[in-house]
Structures are given as C-alpha cells and as structure tokens.
C-alpha cells in the first residue's frame, strides 16, 4: 500500500470510551492523536455479499483508507473507532496525487457517508476494539484495514464489471468530493483533527 498522508497533533480535548451497559465513560490518556491516508492499488478479492450471504470475486478501482488514531502516555497507538470517526474509506479512478483529485464514497459505506463501523467487542462493558492498543502504527492500520476486507459488502453496483470498467466507471458509483474536502469532512463533533492547505507535502503540494 501506498502512503498518502499523514499528520499528528497534540491532543486538546478530551476522548472517551464507553461503558455500554452502565453507561459510564472513562478518558483515554492521549498526548496526540493523527490521522494516516493509504491507497491500495486496482486489484481483484473474494468479498463476503450483502446480497446473498456469498461470496463473489470482484474487481476495485484505488482504495483510500483514512485511519484515525491516539497515541497514549506510553508512546502506545490506540484506534479511534467510529465513535471518533477511526476508519472511512474511498475510491478513485487515479492515484491520489494532487489534494484536489477526485474521490468516491463507496456504494456499500454510503450509509454513513464513507465512515466504517467496524465491529464491537467488550470487556467489562467496556468497547475495547475501538480503542484497541498497538505497539506501532503499521500494526494498527494492517488489523484496521483487514477487518474492513471481512466485513460484508454491499457490491451489487459493480460485482460483473471488469477492472477496466470499474475504473471508468468509478465516479458513477457514488457521491464525489475532491481529496482535500473529504479528509476533512467528519461525522463526529468532538474532532480537533483540521487539515490545512499547507499540511500537503511532496507531490501533493
């Protein structure tokens, strides 16, 4: 996968996780938190179906994955989840090589407009998943991005397109936003996360 961006900040607000079954919240101790944006190239993969509970192989245009996360006292990475807007995903027709290149929210993730719930598991009522501790960022973005593959897809648009025809077609799929936009579009208030025109380096200037 290709490295797209990323950027980190010190943290200002607090963030919390949740206690589904009492209802009470505990803060995380988090020095920084930062968002990393990569790109899987077209490819061919069995996805699970919405559809039909099956499986079919299909064809996908470039991938986005824009992960958020913290890093805690211990120098620790901890995944946002949804509640903090952890995981959105998009396609495009090219590479993202310029901020105002265009990208897709994806058909199966336009329900939340791109952002993913990825699943939810507890202990002691506690969501732990969501904010699940690695010891470096490339573990948690490996695990992030391949719960994502496993998840079920709602592919119906496109699952008989060939690879050429998912890529000249891809911005029919869904709704369309220049890169620069939608990595600073959030589902959540609490996000302190902003994206400026000078964070853009490299080819992306």
Known sequence: ????????IDKILPYYVYNSRTGDE???ATNKIGVVVLEKEPHARTLLNFENSGKNRVFLPYVQFYVKYSINDENKYVYHGIGYDGLRV????????SKKDIVVVPPQD???NGF?????YEENGFNVY???IYDDLESLYKEVIGVYWGLVHEYIKWKNFS???VLERCESLGRCSDFFDYINEERTRQHELKINEEDFFGEMS
């Open 1 to 8: 996968m290709k490295l797209i961006f990323q950027k980190e």
């Open 26 to 28: 505990k803060e995380l």
């Open 90 to 97: 998009s396609f495009s027709k090219n590479s993202i090589k």
């Open 110 to 112: 336009a329900g939340r």
């Open 116 to 120: 993913v719930c990825t699943p939810h």
């Open 130 to 132: 969501d904010h699940k």
């Open 163 to 165: 690879q050429e025809e």
